[in-house]
């Protein structure tokens, strides 16, 4: 009891580590290296406040309990607001797979959390405790506070609901399972100093309020998982006991829901597409999607080993097909800032569109970086991901010089690139001379314009004159040229 008192408070100690460990996170899911981030569980010192208020929950000891709490909070609000500060300086935004893993609490999460709350209680009684029990602890807890200050910074509501729906949902599984293990091992209210009635009544009402939101998530997990059985059991019985259910996926996020399988069935079992998902919106009593991919059969004299050939080519390519899809549109979708339903995609044409949300200080070269990251991330596809409208950004020229440099080339890439993007067939550059007109000794205002024009019509956009500027030019959609 000595020692969970002694590290389970606030310390300068515990604020420095609970810094290095949210910076590190953060820094790990951003580059989307697992590696990073266990090196952020390792050094995170989450795991003595938890503990601590799980056995101030088993002794009812009030002041514990509310320096345990203090301890958590704090650190939880300090990790948030330095990841969420390291988000805003970083150049890289882009949304990553190690982020979207820590969006949405599953069965598996809820088992990372028991787990490690067991462990860690059991070492702790024993007196094992140490770095491994931080890391159990760590695991299900700094990486989706990580990504709560990620959510924040890029104002991306669906990943901040997510990893901190994530992070309660496994902080109540962790505090209840350690409290649990504590009264186990004989951790009760006879270790408390000082103990009431209204101490009781209130660590009572604590106790309810930190299983409501695990209810409910188990309430949630045991809702999906007992519909995903319905569904096979449904296909089971449609197709006969011949047939047989081989890949099976239902996605909960999108509205109506979507079902898709893979069935292996005789040619006489084949069903046609409507029938089967209304009847199985009907067994449901849901709406949903249903994409069900028949591999038929037949007893004809093929040899074994070319029906099983043409078997594992069909299902293979299916699933393939399927999971590359699910995943273009989860990850366009995460980069935009907007959810899975609003990402336009044609898989026969392998073609992804979104309009992305607006983010906070996002600029056209920060759209377009997503894009791009998303198009290297599956070559295959084509994605386009379209802006909110915004000014043009600055093109800069050294006092007196019309060369273009790196920072001026990036920045007329991004405006062409935005043009395109938003239907514009033509932009406004200052300075620019008219059509025909040739200037025998042109100003440098023409001159800066006469390169940007240059590098515009490589891009495929028509360039216009306007008035010119100073040193800075911003360019514009030409007047009239937009398209509908």
Known sequence: MATIAEESGWSPRYAFMILMSAGIAVLGLLLSSPAVVIGAMLISPLMNPILGFGFSLATYDFREMRRSLTALALGSAIAVAFAGLIV????????????????????????????????????????????????????????????????????????????????????????????????LYG??????GQQNWLQSAVLAIVFVALAIPLAVSLSRIASEAVTVNAVRAFLAKEFGARARVTQLSVDFETRPIAVRSVVIAPPAMSKTHDVLEAALEKRLGRPLTLQVDQVLLARA?????????????????ATEAKAEADGVRRAVAMAAGVAADRVVLDQDDKRVAATAAALPDATLETYRAMEQRAATAFPAWRVTITPPVQPFPLIRFARGSDEIDDAARQAIGASAWAAQRW????????????????????????????AIAAILQTLGVEALPARATGPTVRLSIAPGRAAP
Request: charged residues 15%; without cysteine.
């Open 187 to 192: 951790f009760g209210h006879s270790l408390s």
């Open 423 to 450: 239907n514009v067939p033509a932009i406004a550059v200052p300075g620019l001379p008219e059509a025909g007109v040739a200037p025998r000794r042109p100003l440098l205002s023409q001159r800066r314009a006469l």
């Open 301 to 317: 004299n093929t040899s074994l080993d070319a029906q099983r050939a043409r078997l594992l080519a069909s299902r293979d390519a």
């Open 88 to 183: 805003l300086l970083s150049p890289i935004k882009e949304t990553t797979t190690e982020i979207l893993s820590r969006t949405r609490p599953n069965l598996f999460d809820l088992l990372v959390a028991l787990f490690a709350a067991l462990a860690g209680t059991f070492a702790i009684i024993k007196g094992r405790g140490g770095t491994i029990v931080g890391v159990a602890i760590a695991t299900a807890l700094m990486p989706p506070l990580a990504v709560v200050g990620y959510g924040l910074a890029t104002w991306n509501m669906p990943i901040l609901g997510g990893a901190l729906a994530l992070f309660v949902t496994n902080f109540v599984t962790i505090a209840l399972s350690a409290t649990i293990m504590a009264r």
